[in-house]
């Protein structure tokens, strides 16, 4: 069964409005967790390291007040996509670890009209 | 930080031939490469991994061989099916943050 799950699958929002992608580690604790971003046909590039009870840490180029990332228990990670745009529109797919293997999410479709 | 280049962008085989994608890094820290099967709008799925004290591993039709010294590792497909058809993705990393190789496109052709 599912390691990490994601929620929602897919979600629509209209431009402009904020959207949030929940990522849980299920039957373990992550105290770190990663939030990928993929466009159509290109590969998952990191976004950002979400650490449990502190800051997230994002990767150069990814604006932090624009994907907001709250780690506050150590079973979920959020992703808020704030105000946003049609050039949002992506995959965003979360990552943890148990034991030795690094699990993904089903990933969560974004479509912002 | 790490970079991982990633080769053939795509790749079409006929059935039962071999295929070999391969990829470089650039950060000799590393130590974990895993490569994943990503069929579109699903999660990549873990296919073979190594670690950086081993130099080659087998699974049945998949292998990886890890050079450390050159920087590159690859990904060898025997005996291909058309079920094999996919996008294949590298990885690198020393910790849990995984720096993506560009993919691969595999056909394999009936």
């Known amino acids: 069964g599912a390691v990490v799950s994601q929620h929602p699958s897919w979600v629509i929002c209209k431009s402009g409005t904020s959207v949030k992608i929940e990522c849980r580690s299920l039957?373990?604790?992550?105290?770190?967790m990663f939030w990928y971003r993929q466009f159509p046909k290109q590969s998952l590039m990191l976004m950002a390291t979400?650490?449990?009870?502190?800051?997230?840490?994002?990767e150069q180029g990814v604006e932090k007040d624009k994907f907001l990332i709250n780690h506050a228990s150590l079973t979920l990670s959020t992703l808020t996509v704030t105000s946003a745009h049609p050039e949002d529109s992506s995959f965003y797919i979360c990552?943890?670890?148990?034991?030795?293997?690094?699990?993904f999410g089903e990933g969560s479709w974004l479509t912002v009209v | 930080g790490e970079n991982v280049e990633q080769h053939p962008s795509t790749l079409s085989v006929q059935e039962g031939d071999s295929a070999v994608i391969k990829c470089t890094y650039s950060d000799s820290a590393s130590n974990y490469f895993p490569w994943y099967k990503q069929e579109l709008g699903k999660r990549p799925q873990l296919i073979i991994d190594i670690r950086s004290n081993v130099g080659e591993k087998k699974d049945q039709r998949i292998a990886v061989t890890l050079n450390k010294t050159a920087k590159h590792f690859s990904l060898h497909i025997t005996e291909t099916q058309p079920e094999d058809s996919a996008v294949y993705f590298c990885?690198?990393?020393?910790?849990?943050?995984?720096?993506f190789g560009t993919g691969t496109r595999l056909q394999v052709f009936p």
């Open positions: 039957d373990f604790q992550a105290t770190t």
């Open positions: 979400s650490n449990e009870g502190s800051k997230a840490t994002y």
């Open positions: 990885a690198a990393t020393d910790t849990d943050k995984l720096i």
């Open positions: 990552s943890a670890r148990r034991g030795s293997t690094i699990y």
